[in-house]
């Protein structure tokens, strides 16, 4: 099997200050975490809140940097190249638990799915619709058009989650992560 994702020696603390006193506390987060991921492979990472699940894939996916360790994605160093780091952003995709941290309220159904194919400059406009609905069939939002034109709010709960979910699997990611699924 191959071998898509390995996190070596992950370590991530914080520091925590006090708002009324000179107090400083340091939270480990992360501390000394390995795994590998192999291609047709589900890994869960399980633990209770506060238990740095959440900070593992911000460290996976670059949005903080770790204090120790090393992330390779197909065998290379993600802070070795500048686009190794674009690359994993671009094939390990986020699904957070509550859609509302993640799309805009403001944006049509279409508009949030098609952001990452915008962001990574996949398709014409043309391309990106068809993208776009094949998205919302395979999560069985139907019917697709109707969907597609909707605000988030004018949508269920499990509907949402389901655009969250589309929006993830247009870029056809070999890596997704999700934030507690239920």
Do not use: W
Request: charged share 30%.
């Amino acid at each position: 099997m191959e071998e898509i994702l390995r996190v070596e020696r992950l370590s991530k603390q914080f520091v925590k200050k006090s708002m009324l006193s000179s107090n400083i506390s340091v939270v480990k987060a992360v501390e000394d975490v390995s795994f590998s991921l192999y291609n047709g492979e589900v890994l869960v990472i399980a633990g209770e809140s506060g238990s740095g699940k959440s900070t593992i894939a911000k460290l996976i996916l670059g949005a903080i940097d770790p204090d120790s360790g090393e992330i390779f994605f197909e065998g290379k160093k993600s802070n070795d190249e500048p686009n190794i780091l674009k690359k994993i952003r671009m094939q390990c995709q986020m699904v957070y638990q509550d859609p509302y941290e993640s799309i805009n309220p403001r944006m049509k159904v279409a508009d949030i799915i098609s952001e990452p194919l915008e962001i990574h400059n996949i398709g014409d406009n043309l391309e990106r619709k068809k993208i776009i609905l094949d998205a919302l069939h395979e999560v069985k939002l139907e019917p697709a058009e109707d969907i597609a034109n909707k605000y988030p709010h004018m949508l269920s709960g499990g509907q949402r989650q389901r655009v969250v979910l589309a929006r993830a699997l247009v870029l056809r990611p070999k890596v997704i992560i999700a934030d507690e699924p239920v």
